[in-house]
């Protein structure tokens, strides 16, 4: 059996929004595994951050539910049985709101 070994890796966000890319539209996910925290913690990655956006779920139900936390919005977006029995996938709702998103942010940037 192969041993695997985990190591952690410095935080890129602060420096991308803060350094690199102070301009960009900037998108985190965060994925827990205890729902009664998952929106705090995703509120206080913005806070923190200073990002635009964070797509935040939870382990046992991130095929079907997600939420985008922005600084001044919270859009659940979720997928029906009947939606999911057609196979359909969460990320064709997350792609259509962040880009949604990006255009207002561009237009804000203007």
Known sequence: ????????????L????????????????????????LLDR?????????HQ??????????RGYVVVVTPDTQVEL???DEEASR????EDRIVCNLTAAHSQFITQQG
């Open 14 to 37: 602060s420096p991308l929004v803060k350094d690199w890319a102070p301009q960009a539209f900037v998108i985190s996910f965060k994925l827990e595994t205890d729902p009664s925290i």
């Open 87 to 90: 196979d359909v996938e969460i």
């Open 42 to 50: 995703a509120r206080r990655a913005l806070s923190t951050y200073r």
């Open 1 to 12: 059996m192969d041993h695997f070994s985990m190591k952690m890796v410095p935080k890129m």
């Open 53 to 62: 956006a964070v797509v935040a779920n939870v382990l046992d139900t991130r």
């Open 78 to 80: 979720v997928l029906t």
